[in-house]
């Protein structure tokens, strides 16, 4: 383990859309180092190690692991990529801070959660909408009995149609719910404190196809916990253009004695310019000079707990729990509503 005198050194592997805002974090924070940079757009690798020029740059995160000099890896990848760099970074030793999902199939996943148990290493799973302040003071109502038991969640989160269409045509290999279903999944399970036990779900194609891409339009599942508490959860990425945000998100949780409501589209910032209207308050990113937001807080609680042998907030046992319930989920829907047993 490294000495928390001493910053963490932290390669990333991975420097698209979750890489680049990664590198914004560990450069900001006094207890991490960025130490190497992996990258296989050379053009992209050169232009981000102009941020870090200290680091060393590699096209191939094989490389990186070899680094004697790197103490913890980002994996910020594809998701169809992350199984075998994920793997090669436990088995090398390293501190492992993966963007999720943990992997795409179930075997994968236990994989990856054996090599991070056998690592003994600090491994994340890199779930931030856990520090968005909202579903934190939730949390904190619901240990403290506040609303009493959660019983029944309904949760959405879309996208605009030009987040798979422009900016990440690679998500036609994933699925809705592995890509941001996994948010409102985590964050259900985290606050019911159970574990799932049935899937039901269905999906409907029709506008990404006749567009020439091959994913579905949106899905909706019915998830069910021991002990019986519901997750109703839905998600789309055809949202169009013209939506005021990039992401429509809102969290409805019943419980014994009370309500949450977490709705992201009651903005405390809206933007009209003569060419669109904005509307999205603002959670992450630079603030007067500084970083600042929940995925920066995520960053930092990883570089906290790799440095003073701490475990996360979110563990690869999490990672595997959750990775179970997506598999179930597109399974059903690929099976047009099968019930799946978990």
């Known amino acids: 383990m490294s000495d928390s005198a001493e910053p963490l050194r932290v390669g990333l592997i991975g420097l698209g859309w979750h ?133 029944y969640v309904f949760a959405r989160l879309a996208n605009r149609i030009d987040v798979l269409t422009e900016h990440l045509p690679w998500l036609q290999q994933s699925h809705l719910a592995h890509w941001i279903g996994i948010h409102r999944l985590d964050i259900a399970r985290w606050w019911i404190g159970r574990e799932a036990v049935r899937v039901r779900a269905v999906e409907r194609r029709g506008v990404l196809d006749a567009m020439g891409y091959d994913a579905a339009d949106f899905y909706q599942a019915t998830v069910e916990f021991d002990g019986g508490a519901v997750l109703s959860l839905e998600g789309s990425w055809i949202l169009p253009r013209t939506f005021p945000s990039m992401v429509d998100s809102r969290f409805y949780a019943v419980c014994t004695r009370g309500l949450i409501d977490v709705d992201r589209m009651r903005s405390e910032l809206a933007v009209a310019t003569a060419d669109d209207f904005q509307m999205a308050t603002p959670t992450a990113g630079s603030a007067l000079g500084q970083q600042t937001g929940f995925t920066y807080s995520a960053a930092c609680h990883f570089v906290d707990c790799a440095l003073d042998g701490r475990e996360p907030l979110v563990t690869a046992r999490d990672g595997l729990a959750l990775a179970r319930i997506l598999c179930a989920i597109v399974r059903s829907c690929q099976e047009d509503g099968a019930v799946i047993d978990l």
């Open 19 to 151: 890489g680049a805002s990664h590198l914004s974090h560990f450069t900001a924070y006094p207890r991490a180092r960025v130490a190497a940079l992996c990258d296989l757009d050379a053009e992209r690798l050169a232009e981000h190690h102009k941020r870090a020029p200290d680091a060393q740059a590699f096209a191939d995160y094989r490389g990186l692991l070899a680094c004697e000099d790197v103490d913890a890896v980002v994996i910020a990848l594809p998701d169809p990529l992350h199984a075998e760099p994920a793997l090669a970074a436990c088995q090398a030793g390293k501190h492992v801070l993966l963007e999720k999902p943990m992997a795409l199939t179930v075997a994968d996943a236990e994989a990856i959660a054996s090599a991070a148990g056998q690592a003994g290493r600090c491994f994340m799973l890199n779930l931030s909408n856990r520090w968005m302040l909202p579903f934190v003071r939730g949390r904190e109502l619901v240990d403290s009995g506040g609303v009493g038991e959660v019983r």
